[in-house]
């Protein structure tokens, strides 16, 4: 296929820019809290199990977005996990530095919007019960009882990508354990759980999903480790693990399987990058925009790692996201103090009508997020429209003409959140000819924060940890620091914690 040999030649002839020194996440661990018999937040049940109520109904159904028949809903988040670095997981909530946040109080802020067709996060953790399981020799290590995830899936999630840095954080028994806990939930309403399998044909198979009479492909790939191979030596059983989306072998297989599949929509979900980077490298664009939407045809690629937003972009009718930031995940820090361009999440509702036989993009909402670290919830007013505008001007970086692509400009809107609607939406029937209806694309911002933005968003952010949360010298929180920093070419892009974090 055409696009197998363009990726081929990217993998070539475009070197991936070095990774600054960067740390994100929060380390320290803390003694345990003893577990309640029960939690509030679950209803009154114990280790994650049913109520009578719920057993009956089923829970809540993922996928109920009102809406007419003939548009789907995405709503897109980024990293989720459901516990600090290092900490024991209990039934009844999450664990940050020891302190406990039932599920219920820990999701709250972010419920009312998951309410897509199809309703997607990166899972950037290992899904297990149990605390015995050894972690590798890295620095951050995350786990995640099923009983939280459960909980988010009643609340509307039924797509997890598994695919990340983190996914092997305890090891092929980890990664089993994930997909044993993924299949369980598959009767609570999850539909597809892509990038770890057992063998690397099931972690490179597209998944399989109908909604609304609309058949939906996804397919995820991640970075950390090696890779998988296509048979183990001597005929031992493979090892069950990930594809790497930095050997060029590894994303060809998964974008080409993908782009083969049989669908109506096909949404592939990456790994890649820089923490704090707010704009892709050249190579990383050449295989998310060129290889991946332009070429392959994916309908939607969202990305994810670096922990903040970047632009977004329209490639041919194709969305590329390349970076949503944090979702929920008590494992980072609070990014609030890493300024204007650094400090929030997103979550992007996508809208896709179906027309002459096929789903067709034709509108997103952008919500920005504060507080993702200790229970998520939308950035409203002027200040979500202040990260409306990072995003805009993120987007003129992404303006190329010659490739058929533009940056996707949002117009702010009162709640704090974005509206970009694309050519025809304002014709379109229903929902999203109602969300449509008189939008105009978004003014200038102030000259003032302008400028703020340019300030905050340049160079290569470089951020230390001192203590907690990014906490002190001297009792006072330390400022994310901003430079041209570039590592040395020499070392192939390395840095001191690659190996610590498997980057």
């Not at 972690?203 to 183990?232: F, Q």
């Not at 901003?482 to 590592?487: A, D, F, G, L, Q």
């Amino acid at each position: 296929m055409a696009f197998l040999v363009g990726l081929a030649a990217a993998a070539g002839a475009l070197r991936a820019e070095p990774a600054p020194v960067v740390e994100v996440a929060n380390v320290p661990a803390a003694n345990v809290p003893a577990e309640p018999a029960a939690d509030p937040s679950l209803g009154g049940r114990e280790n994650g199990a049913a109520t009578p109520d719920e057993a009956a109904s089923g829970g809540r159904v993922a996928g109920t977005t009102a809406s007419d028949g003939d548009a789907v809903t995405i709503v897109l988040g980024g990293d989720l996990g459901l516990g600090g670095s290092n900490q024991p997981v209990l039934s009844s909530g999450a664990l940050r530095h020891g302190k406990r946040t039932g599920w219920t109080e820990l999701a709250a802020g972010i419920a009312p919007l998951l309410d897509g067709d199809v309703t997607f996060a990166n899972l950037e953790t290992v899904v297990t019960d149990r605390n015995d399981l050894r972690s590798k020799p890295k620095a951050f290590s995350f786990k995640s009882h099923p009983a939280g995830v459960r909980h988010l899936v009643e609340q509307g999630f039924n797509v997890f990508s598994l695919a990340n840095n983190h996914a092997l954080d305890y090891g092929e028994a980890g990664a089993l354990e994930t997909l044993r806990n993924m299949e369980a939930l598959e009767a609570r309403g999850l539909a597809a759980w892509p990038g770890v399998g057992r063998t690397r044909e099931e972690a490179s198979r597209p998944a399989d999903l109908t909604v609304k009479g609309a058949r939906v492909r996804v397919s995820a790939i991640g970075i950390g480790g090696n890779g998988m191979a296509d048979r183990e030596a001597g005929g031992a059983r493979q090892r069950a693990g990930m594809l790497s989306y930095h050997r060029a072998e590894d994303f060809e297989e998964t974008v080409g399987r993908l782009a083969e599949a049989a669908g109506d929509l096909r949404i592939l979900s990456v790994h890649y990058g820089a923490e704090l980077q707010v704009r892709a490298s050249r190579s990383d664009v050449a295989k998310l925009r060129d290889d991946a939407a332009r070429t392959a045809g994916i309908d939607i690629v969202v990305a994810h790692h670096a922990h903040v937003p970047a632009g977004l972009q329209m490639v041919d009718g194709s969305l590329v996201l390349y970076g949503l930031g944090n979702l929920l995940h008590p494992g980072m820090q609070d990014m609030a103090r890493f300024g204007l361009c650094r400090d929030y999440g997103l979550v992007v509702r996508v809208h896709a009508a179906r027309e002459a036989g096929r789903l067709v993009l034709r509108a997103v909402e952008a919500i920005p997020l504060t507080a993702m670290h200790a229970g998520a919830r939308p950035l409203g007013g002027e200040a979500g429209r202040q990260r409306i505008a990072v995003l805009n001007h993120l987007a003129a970086d992404l303006d190329a003409p010659s490739a058929g692509a533009s940056g996707l400009r949002l117009a702010p809107r009162a709640d704090g959140s974005g509206l970009a609607c694309l050519p025809g939406a304002d014709r379109a029937l229903g929902s999203i000819g109602a969300l449509c209806a008189g939008w105009e694309p978004p003014p200038p911002p102030p000259r003032e924060l302008t400028r703020r933005i340019a300030a905050a968003g340049g160079g290569a952010a470089v951020a230390r940890r001192d203590g907690p949360d990014g906490a002190t010298r001297g009792g006072r929180p330390e400022r994310a620091r901003v430079s041209r920093h570039r590592s040395d070419p020499a070392s192939g892009g390395g840095s001191l914690l690659s190996g610590m974090f498997g980057w």
